[in-house]
């Protein structure tokens, strides 16, 4: 069992989580539970470093941001003691969850169970910390932000563990964002490749690395709210969900911006010298489309970035101009991108065409396109966002009774 | 040097000990400093402690409280590197400090200085975390409130250093409290002895622990000001205080309980019957009085306890009554001690009596006396307390000029 800083925001909260995991626990079974920091608590350590320093020293970050799980995984302990269940709390270094020392992104690389393991023998759940490691250098690593859903999924793994539930403040997964599509509905089952597709997508419910985790370990991951008792979707392999959708959700994502260079030379190695020194600048390019060369001597090259690294990728682009010769350079971050995904796209054709027709329907234009084998994502106005997604929504009959 | 929790209250406060501590090292001095948490913060986390659970299982309480100083050594580990300093943080179980498992009161046992001072070669600073071990279970201990103090007496005995300067919110050490005998001294110099005296008999400075540790391990510690920059008071071996005082300073505790069983009978293995049930409880009794037998049959027994303890005392007492034989039980928690403290009584005679003399010519009734060979406390009513002390300030000459 996973809960999240919401579901952990105060001692009340607390006492409610250990209320559930004392009803898993009665029902017979072994449980390992691992925590977020209280709700608005890793913010306040990360404002705290930055007002610190100017410097960042990642490894220091990672000391003062992972207090916040250690107090929560100790107070859990205690609501548990208090409640008749015998528990402990680990912090990453007595397990030990080991990582690399990538300070403040790091992955892990190995659990020792064994300890925990030999507890639940004598009957005694375990309250892990999640979000942290220790680091090959052997000091305390973070995992990212979101990094309490990997601690999860690894553990669950590293135990065998018949499931992973994630507790979280939504009911579960949806067909679509349900605050702006009304008729959204709530998926019993998603597979792991649509869920990664979601994930990366723009749906934040859970960090896209735990999916793929969960993914290469076959970890049966189970989203689900600590604020009610309805069953919640579950993350699985393909061969589990019977009814395979061809559409089984819509994401979005605001958080993009497009880059077109005009009349751009159409010779060989002109894109590495685009792309090249963008991905030395660390900034990732997610679609990219080159219009097709009408004089066969210079062509449009269009791409997208996160709005995050917007500025950074135009004065790249720019000191680059001598080296890729083009004409001009346009730019917009007021664009969305919204993604269909589904499996079942593998075995059905026509699925980009409709979405395509739907939203010519509505008027609106695509600046950009780009698809994976279970996945078709589309580049539009920002302003179309909320239409765009309901459009589709129903176009491809997934709107609520 | 060890910063308290006054000393880093706040982001600003953090970068105001950092450039103390650069200025420390740019003076070509290999540092190490003890952080203790936010002010505020340890109530707070304790206080969720008690809160989320009415029992106490103290190795969580550990685990949540010692989140604290992680906290601030690493923000003191950044505001140093961003100020130039090379630094880094360390917790106990990273150094480690090594303790016994006597969760919430823990002693240190062992401390291996090797990486530290490896990394003093390289010109780095060591930001140690207060208050926190690694118990003999693998797990976080901690020390006892003030336990930073011994943090910081004890890894200045273990790397052997010329100095271990304890920065808090008071100037140093006064003859008496300046917030009551306004003609109160800062003391340049004060024995471990009489620091002793002074620490448990009620002044609060320094925690009484760390003391005995510098005592015995003969670390020079001085006391000061964070929030100024004049020179504090050095505790040291009595060797290094030239001018020895008759007597340094005057403590008082209102903290205190005077308990009186009247007509015990005197007879072999009475007091035995009344002083082997408390301690059994773990009362500690401080003062103890037996009045001189008048008829050869009975006496008075008087004895004093901590006012946290006072009620529990009164029903021991009374369970014991049939095993002890007295009359009556007179209590009163309405007592003050006061203790005048200095090595030099030693040497001279008619401390005590110029005690009892300016405590007469006020009109102030002493209960109880108890002398060491370095100390006279008296027990009087608590009204008299402020009396009391600007009295025998004067009377040992001790008013400022």
């Known amino acids: 069992m996973k809960f999240g800083g919401t579901s952990l ?40 470093t930055s007002d610190t320093a100017l410097l960042h020293d990642a490894r220091e970050y990672d000391v003062v941001v992972s207090a916040g799980e250690q107090i929560t995984a100790g107070l859990l302990a205690l609501a548990l003691q208090d409640s008749g269940v015998s528990a402990r709390s680990w912090l990453a270094w007595q397990i030990p969850i080991l990582s690399d020392a990538v300070h403040g992104n790091a992955r892990i690389e190995e659990i020792n169970c064994d ?17 942290q490691g220790k680091g090959e250098d ?28 994630i507790y979280t403040d939504v009911e579960g997964i949806f ?29 934040r419910v859970l960090q896209t690395r735990s999916v793929s985790l969960a993914m290469n370990h076959q970890v049966r991951v189970q989203v689900l ?39 751009v030379a159409d010779r060989p190695g002109v894109a590495a010298a685009i792309f090249g020194p963008l991905a030395d600048a660390n900034i990732n390019v997610d679609i990219i489309v080159q219009s097709v060369s009408e004089d066969g001597r210079s062509t449009d090259v269009t791409f997208t970035v ?42 059905h054709a026509g699925v980009a065409q409709k979405m395509f027709s739907a939203l010519a ?3 609106i234009n695509i600046h950009a396109i ?32």
Chains 1, 2 share one sequence.
């Open 138 to 165: 052997g000091r305390i690593t973070t995992l990212g932000r979101g990094g309490s859903d990997t601690s999860a999924v690894a553990l669950a793994a590293a135990l065998g563990a018949a499931r992973c539930d």
């Open 225 to 263: 709210s600590s604020f009610s008792n309805s069953m919640g979707t579950l993350v699985v392999d393909e061969d589990e969900v019977v009814e395979k959708q061809v559409v089984s959700g819509i994401a979005y994502s605001r958080d993009e911006a497009k880059i077109t260079l005009v009349r």
């Open 115 to 131: 300890d925990i393991e030999r507890r639940f023998d004598e009957g005694q759940v375990a309250v892990v910390a999640g979000f």
């Open 361 to 363: 329907e509505k008027g």
């Open 306 to 347: 996160k709005e995050a690294d917007f500025e950074r990728a135009v004065s790249v682009v720019k000191t680059a101009k001598r080296d890729v010769g083009f004409d001009r350079l346009i730019s917009d971050s007021d664009v969305a991108k919204v993604s269909v995904i589904g499996v079942g796209m593998r075995s």
């Open 175 to 203: 067909t679509a964002d349900p605050r702006i599509v009304a008729k959204a509905r709530k998926l019993d089952r998603i597979t792991y490749e649509e869920m990664l597709e979601m994930a990366s997508q723009g749906a």
């Open 9 to 48: 925001a105060d001692v009340d909260r607390i006492r409610e989580v250990a209320r559930r995991v004392k009803a898993c626990v009665d029902e017979g079974n072994e449980v390992a539970v691992v925590v977020s920091a209280m709700a608005g608590t890793t913010d306040q350590l990360a404002k705290w």
């Open 370 to 401: 780009s698809t994976s084998e279970i996945k078709v994502s589309v580049l539009i106005s920002e302003e179309y966002t909320e239409l765009a997604l309901r459009s589709l929504h129903t176009a491809y009959g997934l709107d609520a009774a």
